[in-house]
């Protein structure tokens, strides 16, 4: 009878691909949600830069509004809010505030507002403000000219 050999691959333990059995799904469980984070991030991102394009034109809109001969704050309110009706309505801006000012040759449209977050952590809030200002078109009769 021959004595048989011990099998090598038995006599040194568990193989590599043993050993590192379930490495995937820890590595899963570590990086998933740090993609999740900072798509999230990324997405939250591209909303502020939207919702502060919207403000920016509402303000300015509301103030050429304002600007002309026949223009007036309500006009340029009736304007700024008529633009910013769609984000309102789709929950991208809250707390919406449009302030239009004409006086001493000055138009002064400023709009702010708070953007959706979209995860609503404590005391994380995206707020966007613009300001326009012009001057006002004002009709001077002829004989007044100089």
Avoid: C
């Amino acid at each position: 009878m021959t004595a048989r050999q011990p099998d090598p691959e038995k006599a040194r333990g568990p193989t590599l691909a043993g050993r590192e059995r379930g490495t995937a799904t820890a590595s899963f469980v570590i990086v998933f949600p740090l993609f999740v984070f900072m798509f999230m991030a990324l997405v939250q991102w591209g909303l502020y830069f939207h919702a502060q394009s919207q403000v920016a034109a509402a303000a300015q809109d509301g103030a050429r509004a304002t600007q002309g001969v026949d223009g007036s704050p309500e006009d340029g309110q009736a304007v700024a809010e008529s633009l910013l009706e769609e984000a309102t309505g789709s929950g991208l801006l809250r707390d919406v505030t449009v302030e239009i000012t004409r006086g001493d040759g000055l138009v002064r449209a400023q709009v702010d507002a708070d953007v959706r977050a979209l995860v609503p952590l404590p005391g994380f809030e995206v707020h966007v403000s613009s300001v326009s200002e012009g001057i006002a078109e004002e009709f001077v009769p002829e004989n007044e000219r100089q």
